[in-house]
């Protein structure tokens, strides 16, 4: 292909979509790599969905954007029978059946440690639970835990992301609003909070309704898998 045919295809492309380099890992949006920069380092997220067909999607659009460029990512899964279908086998580490937040905290440190996991996702956070600790309600647990994995993310220096289950309301349209009622005192600690719900056309779309170190916005692009546009360096 010739330099003139070259730049015409280019400027054809939406804005969020053209190759440029981002700060952190790619997080499987194009806007959503372009607004955060990527899933920086000793970040912690949250993510708030309403079912778990929109979990497993996000989780693995995440996990495969990051695949595509050679990170590794190790995926906690409270469900034995969810299976991520477009994830790398070889890139993704999925461990089931790891519901305790200690087990979780020491497997982490060693999937860092000899594999090289630059990015820890678990998918549901509220089927987690302290070993021999009381708390008095499922909700304070909730919240050391969440707290926990915050302090993980800062000590291993990656990026976390919890996704957590949110009660639906079909006749509140106000999502900013559904999502602080969802996630309550987990979002405390999160450096970035995230909603995800289907449009009208059934596409996905992340609402970020949290952002320590930037601006807030719904994400209206495509998923990034699919196609062969890379914007990020590995790290």
């Not at 045919?5 to 790619?26: A, C, K, N, V, W």
């Not at 835990?145 to 949110?166: A, K």
Request: hydrophobic share 35%.
């Amino acid at each position: 292909m010739e330099e003139d045919e070259i730049i015409p295809y280019t400027f054809d492309l939406p804005m969020y979509m053209l190759p440029h380099q981002i700060s952190g890992l790619r997080t499987g949006y194009y806007e959503l790599n372009h607004l955060l920069s990527g899933w920086q380092r000793r970040e912690y997220v949250i993510v708030g969905y309403t079912n778990s067909e929109d979990a497993n999607e996000f989780i693995s659009n995440n996990a495969s954007a990051s695949n595509r460029v050679g990170n590794m990512v190790a995926i906690i899964s409270t469900d034995k029978d969810t299976f991520y279908s477009i994830v790398d086998s070889k890139m993704t580490i999925v461990l089931h059946n790891c519901d305790s937040i200690f087990d979780i905290r020491r497997r982490a440190r060693r999937l860092v440690r000899e594999y090289g996991v630059k990015a820890l996702i678990i998918d549901d956070i509220t089927k987690l639970y302290c070993q021999d600790l009381k708390f008095g309600s499922k909700e304070n647990e909730c919240y050391h835990i969440s707290r926990s994995l915050c302090q993980l993310c800062r000590e291993l220096d990656i990026p976390v992301i919890s996704l957590v289950p949110v009660g639906t309301n079909d006749e509140d349209s106000r999502l900013a609003y559904r999502v602080r009622q969802g996630i309550g005192n987990l979002g405390q600690d999160a450096d970035v909070i995230i909603f995800i719900h289907r449009d009208e056309n059934d596409k996905l779309i992340p609402l970020v309704e949290k952002n320590r170190s930037g601006p807030i916005s719904e994400i209206h692009s495509q998923s990034e898998i699919g196609d062969n546009y890379e914007d990020v360096v590995p790290f």
